[in-house]
């Protein structure tokens, strides 16, 4: 791969811990329970040719949102935010309408994996929310796990016109190697549907330790399923940071992809991403 090409972040956080909506950053998390701000991440953009960022929710708040629009305003680096809107609230259409005319606020993100109800995104009252997301051309970032698979596909078989990127690979047990019924499940979204994917947020699901080749049959599935026109290269700094620093997971990914073509690579790395996100 070239190392010279530039790529965009397509999946990176910003927090401040005293606006006191983060429910799940607690002092258990460790290393991350702390302030991630604009210039922390600043020295990766020359570092490792990164041309802009996606700055994705951390909370379930319209004021994280808001929080995070007003970061992107002040940070041009910050090309996009995926941000978050009670998808149950019966003003959602409404809300999402003034959220489109926010212009860095490129889609939205509901917490799936945090929702107890693994049926809670085929909930009746949530699809005025999925068609105004699809009616102002905003990205869906599906927050799923393996166990939530078959329900996304149903839900994007309703919304055929909605634009969405699966994240972190919906997340593979890879610490404990199971692969098979992920492997499925990720292979008929793939055929069955438009949805895209996002190489990102593995390492936190790898075993301690991890190498390259834990990480690389499922990388090369994703592959295989998605192809390099349908996935979106992304950090997930700072929970990458659990398990990886932020070169590790540059210098992985550059290894992963190693047998894509220029052109293959710079869709991964930098297309795929400013198509997907209108950046």
């Keep these: 791969m070239n190392a010279f090409l530039t790529r965009i972040d397509a ?8 606006r006191g909506d983060y429910g799940w950053l607690t002092p258990e998390a460790g290393a991350i329970y702390r302030d991630f701000l604009p210039a922390d991440f600043e020295p990766f953009l020359d570092a490792h040719r990164v041309s802009g960022t996606v700055l994705v929710q951390a909370a379930p708040t319209d004021a994280e949102t808001d929080f995070l629009l007003s970061l992107a305003e002040d940070n041009p680096f910050v090309r996009g935010v995926v941000g978050w809107v009670d998808f149950e609230a019966a003003d959602a259409p ?42 102002h051309a905003l990205t869906f970032d599906a927050l799923t796990l393996p166990g939530h698979l078959k329900n996304l596909r149903v839900l994007l078989d309703r919304h055929p016109d909605l634009t969405t990127v699966i994240d972190h690979g919906s997340k593979p047990a890879i610490r404990t190697r199971a692969f098979d019924a992920w492997a499925h499940d990720m292979s008929v979204l793939a055929r069955q549907t438009s949805a895209c994917c996002k190489l990102s947020g593995l390492v936190t699901e790898a075993a301690d330790g991890w190498t390259v080749d834990d ?21 997930d700094w700072p929970v990458c940071t659990l398990a990886a620093t932020y070169a590790d997971w540059v210098a992985a990914t550059d290894r992963l992809l190693a047998g894509l073509s220029e052109a293959q690579a710079r869709c991964v790395l930098h297309d795929n991403a400013v198509r997907v996100y209108g950046l």
């Design 11 to 18: 999946h990176q956080h910003f927090w401040k811990l005293d």
């Design 94 to 135: 409404q809300q999402i309408a003034a959220l489109a005319e926010r212009s860095a606020l490129v889609g939205l993100r509901p917490m799936i994996q945090d929702i107890p109800d693994v049926d809670w995104m085929l909930r009746p009252q949530l699809t005025p929310a999925f068609e105004a997301m699809a009616r």
């Design 215 to 235: 990480l690389r049959p499922y990388v090369d599935h994703l592959l295989a399923s998605f192809g390099a026109d349908r996935l979106i290269w992304g950090s």
